[in-house]
């Protein structure tokens, strides 16, 4: 019978991921959340196991579910790309939330997954791995931009799991100093800087609660 894991504590999780942590504090300082007095005292269903093994590759978000809208409209304009703004404005992926939790966010595309197809990038997850919507790449891009100056993302954009209305699936990136750009292509096409993005998958017990 497995054990189950009581998680660990948000210090600890800080302790171990350095720079590539988001926690309640800084989505609260950052992106405008009140976060639930519940809230500020999280245990995180990780172990300290998986935090080091994924610490250099991975950055750990405290989410609070923010639509793509919502996070726009928190922090400086010219952090979204004012050219970008007809991939997306009245998108319904734009204006998705979701629940409160905690994810770890690859930093990089998936490997290999520049240059190939929307299947082939799929084949290239491993288990424990899945392709995150286009509001958990944003939150974690611009979050941690705001939190330590480092632009994920900055010649490249990575699929995420959302489609436009048109039936293109939504990309994200190009993160330079002319803001976050989207943008959307056919999911045969091979370009070679299209990745993949890539989320821990996140379990029931997750929740940011």
Same mark, same amino acid.
């Given at each position: 019978?497995? *054990?189950?894991?009581?998680? !660990? ?15 309640? $504090?800084?989505?609260? %300082?950052? =992106?405008? *959340? ?9 245990? !995180?269903?990780?172990?300290? /196991? ?8 991975? !950055? ?5 579910? =923010?639509?793509? =809208?919502?996070?726009? #409209? +928190?922090?400086? /304009? ?13 998108? $319904?992926?734009?204006?998705? @939330? ?5 994810? =770890? ?14 299947? $082939?990038?799929?084949? &290239? ?9 286009? %509001? ?5 891009? !611009? ?7 480092? @632009? ?6 990575? /699929?995420? #799991? ?6 293109? +699936?939504? /990309? *994200? ?6 803001? &976050?750009?989207? #943008?959307?292509? $056919?999911?045969? #096409? ?12 996140? %379990? ?6």
């Amino acid at each position: 019978m497995a *054990v189950h894991d009581p998680g !660990i504590s948000q210090e600890l999780a800080q302790k171990i991921m350095k720079l590539n942590f988001f926690g309640i $504090e800084e989505a609260a %300082r950052y =992106l405008q *959340v009140t976060p639930t007095r519940n809230q500020r005292h999280p245990v !995180i269903e990780c172990t300290e /196991r998986q935090l080091y093994k994924m610490r250099d590759t991975h !950055i750990l978000v405290a989410d609070f579910g =923010l639509s793509v =809208l919502d996070i726009r #409209s +928190r922090v400086q /304009r010219e952090l979204f790309s004012l050219k970008a703004r007809s991939g997306y404005d009245g998108e $319904e992926f734009a204006t998705q @939330r979701d629940t409160p939790n905690w994810r =770890l966010v690859r930093k990089l595309p998936v490997k290999n997954s520049p240059g190939a197809t929307w299947d $082939e990038q799929q084949d &290239l997850l491993a288990e424990d791995e899945e392709t995150p919507t286009a %509001r958990i790449m944003v939150y974690t891009i !611009i979050g941690h931009f705001l939190h330590v100056g480092e @632009r994920l993302f900055e010649a490249m954009y990575v /699929r995420c #799991s959302d489609k436009h209305t048109d039936g293109r +699936r939504v /990309r *994200v990136g190009y993160f330079d100093i002319e803001g &976050l750009g989207f #943008s959307g292509d $056919e999911d045969g #096409s091979r370009v070679c800087d299209v990745g993949l993005g890539s989320v821990w998958k996140k %379990r029931k017990d997750v929740v940011l609660s």
